[in-house]
């Protein structure tokens, strides 16, 4: 490989693509994309694979996973059929040829055609609701025998989807007949069955129309991500759109004009205007509005009425500083074409924000919620997780915090670059903060390049089993250090693995090729200053609480093909001194207070009752039985939540500079919604009584 351009170091897990199919012959790229592809996984993965017979059998496996894992589509005799090709992948592949993949195309195709069938069959006539029957939604059962067998799994499975939705409605027809002042006539359970059969067929119409719609080049990254994911779980092929959508992600910004979309009906609506935005500067498009046609300028407009919403975003989106003329359809029926200058728009939710909590003892404590380690990987000079984190601390101390506790919980991951910065901001002297080893090199420890020492009071890091990589990279050198107490659930996710976004046509010399996507793939792990990685391990907190995850199978040690624990030698760093008294007693005084805090103990009881219903994969088709079933989870559910309802509220103090003009409904609404669930959060309530034991 002659060029090895635009690269980005990453930590977080990603997506897999959505599956579908329409057969046509084949793009300009196709024959060579698997080469480039293997080809870069050889020369640059930590853990290259042999491309030969036993790659080919885990891919062939694998691909069958993604193509129908629910086992709702082919028959045994289809996977018999195409089991002729288990070990030739590998061949094709070389070849630039995809034989098998075109074969379960066509399969698939013909399949998911008759399925159709057979859902629109079933669901023309009432279930019998009084059969005392059940269905299967375990993963490890076998393919359908035949077409009768498959046609009686799909039975089940909707006989199940529309029980769940009758039985719902009944609830809400019993709820008016004991309202005294309803006048509303009540609905007889003829009429409640055939609406919910009609709400599921309507669902499955516009699954399949979905379904019909995905071309090849989708179904063809379905098939790559197959294959690149027997790599390790992270390895991960992007098609051009597909990137785009990361960087979205990673960044927290995009170039467009600011609208949350769905598909609805063959039409793109308007579901949400992101504030700030462009198309709420301009004021005119709405929620709910239908996008009818989109127009580049004054060029002539696209229908996009029955048009994927993937295609509707290309067109949709665009460089900052360019108009898009959107043919909208108004609720009222009205149609008005409305121009739209794109701008860079800024996603405030996937930012750092802070705020001020307070209780009884009157110490203020800083709180820090960072959703993600976000950076502008284009180079475009956008927001970067790290100088945000900063700004929030330097805020923080201007307000009088006293003590921090910052919050990782269900944070993914991302640049492992600001994660090092990051970890600068509470280290006096600079030392390494992760070491990370590529294939066949010696390890590196990797310090931050500015010193920006910014907190130097106590800090409590919060984690739990969604916190993952960058997060698991922070907490983990705050752990060695004795900087800051880790608390949170048994462990953090387990992600000890480096990703890097490759250019796939940087690595090749042809420019006759159009844009043939990006690679993500695993270059190297990361390993704490002590030498152990967090790979499938994680990081046990200093004080652990049960969550309702507790007893659920979760992370990387669940994911298939995910690569194993190991050591390396530590790092020279120096502990600091002076911690260890004052997070022993504040270790103390938490387990005592949790101990006796009956909340606490019903979390883990909740935590067994969630363990013991995920290991159900057999429910009841019987109505009676279903509502009765459901019925008792839900008094026992209720009841659990009951408890939480009285706890008593933290008190939030905005940041001086965080004020918000009382005319300013948006940003009113979006700050109340978040603080609504942060006054309420009991771990929350206890990690800022630790945090007041460490400033005492």
């Known amino acids: ?146 077409e009768k067998e498959l046609k009686e799994r799909w039975r089940k499975y909707l006989k199940y989807s529309v029980m769940t939705r009758l039985s719902t409605s009944m609830d809400v027809e019993k709820a008016k007949e004991k309202d005294s002042a309803n006048t509303a006539e009540i609905k007889p359970f003829e009429t409640l069955e055939k609406e919910a059969r009609e709400a599921v067929l309507k669902t499955h119409n516009e699954w399949f129309e979905r379904m019909f719609k995905i071309d090849r080049k989708e179904h063809l990254s379905t098939y790559v991500n197959a294959i690149t994911s027997i790599y390790d779980p992270h390895t991960n092929y992007f098609p051009p759109a597909d990137k785009a959508n990361f960087d979205i992600r990673m960044s927290g910004q995009l170039e467009g004009i600011g609208a949350q979309l769905q598909e609805k009906d063959g039409y793109i609506k308007v579901t949400s205007i992101v504030p700030g935005s462009p198309s709420a500067m301009q004021g005119e498009l709405q929620a709910n509005d239908l996008i009818l046609k989109v127009a580049q300028g004054k060029e002539e407009p696209v229908d996009i009425v029955n048009a994927k919403i993937d295609d509707a975003v290309k067109l949709i989106r665009g460089k900052k500083g360019t108009e898009v003329r959107l043919t909208v359809q108004k609720p009222d029926g009205s149609i008005k074409i409305i121009p739209i200058v794109r701008d860079v728009v800024q996603l405030e939710e996937t930012y750092a924000k802070s705020v001020i909590l307070n209780d009884e003892t009157g110490k203020k404590v800083g709180y820090l919620y960072l959703p993600s380690f976000y950076a502008d990987f284009n180079g475009r000079s956008g927001r970067s997780s790290w100088k945000d984190v900063k700004a929030e601390l330097e805020k923080l101390k201007a307000n009088g915090a006293e003590a921090l506790i910052f919050d990782m919980r269900n944070n993914g991951g991302g640049s492992l670059g600001d994660c090092n910065e990051m970890a600068g901001l509470f280290l006096e002297n600079n030392g390494p903060v992760v070491q990370v080893k590529q294939r066949n090199q010696k390890q590196e420890a990797l310090e931050p390049m500015f010193n920006e020492y910014v907190w130097d009071k106590p800090v409590v890091f919060m984690v739990n089993e969604f916190s993952a990589s960058a997060s698991e990279i922070l907490a983990a050198a705050m752990q060695d250090y004795h900087r800051g107490l880790i608390v949170g659930s048994h462990t953090t996710h387990g992600k000890g693995t480096v990703q890097r976004m490759i250019d796939l046509n940087a690595t090749f010399d042809s420019k006759s090729y159009p844009d043939m996507g990006s690679l993500k793939l695993t270059m190297q792990k990361f390993y704490r200053i002590n030498g152990e990685t967090t790979q499938l391990k994680g990081v046990t907190p200093d004080i652990i609480w049960a969550d309702n995850y507790t007893y659920i199978k979760t992370g990387e040690k669940e994911e298939e093909f995910s690569m194993p624990y190991d050591k390396i030698s530590a790092a020279k760093y120096k502990v600091i001194n002076g911690n260890n008294a004052l997070f022993a007693n504040a270790k103390t005084n938490s387990m005592q207070r949790t101990s006796t805090n009956p909340l606490f103990a019903e979390i883990e009881k909740n935590a067994h009752r969630w363990e013991e219903q995920n290991k159900n994969e057999v429910y009841t088709l019987n109505l009676a039985k279903y509502r009765s079933e459901t019925q008792a989870k839900k008094e026992v559910s209720d009841a659990y939540n009951a408890q939480f309802k009285a706890y008593q509220d933290l008190v939030l103090t905005a940041n001086k500079e965080d004020a918000v003009s009382a005319t300013d409904t948006v940003k009113t609404k979006r700050v109340d919604d978040w603080y609504k669930g942060v006054k309420k959060d009991i771990y929350l309530y206890e990690t800022l009584q630790i945090a007041e034991d460490l400033i005492k």
């Open 1 to 146: 490989m002659k060029k090895f351009l635009k690269i980005a170091m990453v930590l977080v897990p990603a997506g897999l693509i959505s599956l579908g199919f329409y057969l046509k012959n084949n793009d300009a790229g196709e024959d060579i994309l698997m080469q480039v592809i293997t080809q870069n996984l050889k020369n640059y993965h930590y853990e290259p694979l042999d491309v030969n017979d036993d790659w080919s059998e885990k891919a062939f496996d694998h691909y069958l996973e993604f193509l129908d894992g629910n086992k709702r589509f082919l028959l045994e005799t289809d996977v018999k059929d195409l089991k002729k090709y288990r070990k030739e992948l590998d061949d094709q592949t070389q070849n630039g040829t995809y034989v098998f993949f075109d074969e379960s195309l066509k399969i698939f195709k013909e399949r998911t055609l008759q399925c159709q069938e057979f859902y629109q069959d079933i669901l023309r006539n009432p279930f019998d609701f009084e059969l005392d029957e059940t269905v299967d939604f375990g993963e490890d059962q076998p393919y359908a025998k035949n």
